[in-house]
T-cell receptor, first 113, second 113 residues
């Protein structure tokens, strides 16, 4: 089945630093999504990408849909303490009966004030 | 607040027992997805319902079943529970039956003792 490799698994950064994380797939996807999960909460959708090469921003967050359609990147600029959480990538490949998302295992972000 | 509600928030039960988790989708959403999140497996898609009918199945055990009712709320039934079923169970909702951005509820934490 499809697998997503998300890296790094965890990061410790200083407040104000920029953060980069990525996700690679063994298969191509038509859609990439990035979610953030706070402790005890459900994942919250941050950014959705629908076209290869697409670059989309949401405040300090920027995500890109890789041109090979097998990868995606998320950057967070000027990190702040509330950026702490687990970031998940998720991919979707359209096709008959294929409506589910495949999730990466997450990148746990810790921000040191 | 995603608009998706789940009850109960926490559930503690014993091996061999049966439990029912409930999910109410966002107003107007017709699709409900169920996911299991465990520490070692990440978010795993279980099953999707669209407007009362099963639409897609993922890694759902035979001991687990789900349904979506005419008012669009959904229930996930877990039976003959095992220690390994301890996990967070999330439902997500989306507006359509095909691929749409999914919005997650706060989850139910199931502990099997």
């Amino acid at each position: 089945g499809q697998q997503l490799n998300q890296s790094p698994q965890s990061m410790f950064i200083q407040e104000g630093e920029d953060v980069s994380m990525n996700c690679t797939s063994s298969s191509i996807f038509n859609t990439w999504l990035w979610y953030k999960q706070d402790p005890g909460e459900g994942p919250v959708l941050l950014i959705a990408l629908y076209k290869a090469g697409e670059l989309t921003s949401n405040g300090r967050l920027t995500a890109q849909f890789g041109t090979t359609r097998k990868d995606s990147f998320l950057n967070i600029s000027a990190s702040i303490p509330s950026d702490v959480g687990i970031y998940f990538c998720a991919g979707h490949l359209s096709g008959a009966g294929s409506y589910q998302l495949t999730f990466g295992k997450g990148t746990k972000l810790s921000v040191i004030p | 607040d995603s608009g998706v509600t789940q009850t109960p928030k926490h559930l503690i039960t014993a091996t061999g027992q049966r439990v029912t988790l409930r999910c109410s989708p966002r107003s107007g959403d017709l699709s409900v997805y169920w996911y299991q999140q465990s520490l070692d497996q990440g978010l795993q898609f279980l099953i999707q319902y669209y407007n009362g009918e099963e639409r897609a199945k993922g890694n759902i055990l035979e001991r687990f079943s789900a349904q979506q009712f005419p008012d669009l709320h959904s229930e996930l039934n877990l039976s003959s529970l095992e220690l390994g079923d301890s996990a967070l169970y999330f439902c997500a909702s989306a507006s359509g039956g095909g691929f749409n951005e999914q919005f997650f509820g706060p989850g139910t934490r199931l502990t099997v003792l």
